[in-house]
């Protein structure tokens, strides 16, 4: 079985990548979705994060972990992430890899010829872990286009979207990468180009 990393800026698009993919046979694994449940499943790990960085991430009311404690803050956490980037390469040291292992051992019941991951740190220097992969999809968009997508989809001002771009440094001309995809508004050219991607895969 053979890994394929799907990767990008924040706003470009992987997610609709990912679908596509998914869509066309290729069981894909979501980091940030399932970093989100690691946090519900391993309770100790807000400790950890809590002790690292010096203060409480629990919320004050609302879910709880398996355990019955107050569950993560995530508005918090990422609040922290996007504004402290010592912060947030501690925090990546400690969940990526559990997030790996995880996804290794998620591995184990998948199928096929190939599985995906999706994944906008794997390939950048704060990733606090690394994958094998046997090809890396890169998708890409321009600037102002990222920009007006994570607003719409985030809900958040200017300020912030740009905030949370500039807390990410990307290298698409980096030697791993097998294809470039740019996601720039036409959806239907862009999920061509993603089957297209895969039917070359399959070859």
Known sequence: MKTLL?????????SLASRVLAGCGMPVYDCDAQAK???RRHPELIGRLEQALGQSLRESEGLATEEGAPALDKKKLA?????????????????HPLV??????W?????GPWVGIESALLLSPEAGATLDCDAVLF??????????RII????CTREQALSRMATQKFDSHDGRVSRILVNDGDAAQFEQQVKDFYQ????
Do not use: H, M
């Open 6 to 14: 799907i990767t990008g800026p924040i706003g470009s698009g992987k």
């Open 37 to 39: 449940d690691l946090y």
């Open 79 to 95: 609040a922290i992430l996007f504004a402290d980037g010592e912060a947030r390469r501690t925090v990546n040291s400690l969940v």
């Open 100 to 105: 790996l292992a995880d996804f290794r051992q």
């Open 107 to 111: 591995c184990l019941s998948q199928n």
């Open 139 to 148: 998708v890409d968009a321009p600037a102002d286009t990222r920009l007006d």
């Open 152 to 155: 719409q989809r985030d809900a």
């Open 200 to 203: 070359s895969l399959e070859k």
